[in-house]
């Protein structure tokens, strides 16, 4: 079964604000990723963060981590049409296989 | 470099037909995988290979079988199709950024029609 699941499954925004996805997941894992697809794409790692982090940055990108609560939120601040696209949390518990969830499609209008 | 290439990028297929999706990487990677990806069921993984000469199976194997031929090269098979495996199929492998974490670099995908 998946490990992780997306809050909300469809989110729609204007370009400039901030778009927030959640993820929560079941077990205990070493590290949780997020990517991004665009539509007909494959995926594309934005972001790893440890299970020993609390919070990550990357360019416009904010990951925290919640091992206690067992989610997750990715941050797209001032956000571009061109982040128009579905996001993935995915995690690792220590074997060699990563676990996707079922994704958030993010809309951006211009 | 051209990273995961995926071959072919689309089938169509007949019920019990058979058919190989071929993937390649040129990243020097040593653990490759296949997933599916259903509207809205996210990425399912079917099988996957840790190192040349090693497979195991994931989430979903049943109707799948792979074939890790060198380092470079992880193939499915399906040995007869199903409608049920109308998909689109991601092939990825893995890049060590941290020590024990895996990163995955995927393939563009391929899109297969059973009818």
């Known amino acids: 079964s998946q490990q992780g699941e997306e809050d909300p499954q469809a989110l729609s925004i204007q370009e400039g604000e901030n778009a927030t996805m959640n993820c929560s997941y079941k077990t205990s894992i070493n590290n949780l990723q997020w990517y991004r697809q665009n539509s007909g794409r494959g995926l594309v790692h934005l972001i790893l963060?440890?299970?020993?982090?609390r919070e990550k940055h990357s360019g416009r990108l904010r990951v925290t981590l919640d091992t206690s609560k067992k989610s997750s939120s990715l941050l797209i601040t001032a956000s571009r049409a061109a982040d128009t696209a579905s996001y993935f949390c995915?995690?690792?518990?220590?074997?060699?296989?990563?676990?996707f969830g079922k994704g958030t499609k993010l809309t951006v209008n211009p | 470099n051209a990273g995961v290439t995926q071959t072919p990028k689309f089938q169509v297929l007949k019920t019990g037909q058979s058919m190989t999706l071929q993937c390649a990487q040129d990243?020097?990677?040593?653990?490759m995988y296949w997933y599916r990806q259903d509207p809205g069921m996210g990425l399912r993984l079917i099988y996957y290979?840790?190192?040349?000469?090693?497979?195991d199976k994931g989430e979903v194997p049943n109707g799948y079988n792979v074939s890790r031929l060198n380092k470079r090269e992880f193939s499915l098979r399906l040995e007869s199709a199903a409608p049920s495996q109308t998909s689109v199929y991601f092939c990825?492998?893995?890049?060590?950024?941290?020590?024990?974490?895996?990163?995955?670099?995927f393939g563009a995908g391929s899109r297969l029609t059973v009818l």
């Open positions: 990243m020097n990677h040593n653990s």
């Open positions: 995915a995690t690792e518990g220590g074997s060699e296989k990563l676990v």
């Open positions: 290979s840790a190192s040349e000469g090693t497979t």
């Open positions: 963060i440890r299970s020993n982090e």
């Open positions: 990825a492998s893995r890049d060590r950024l941290y020590s024990g974490a895996n990163v995955l670099t």
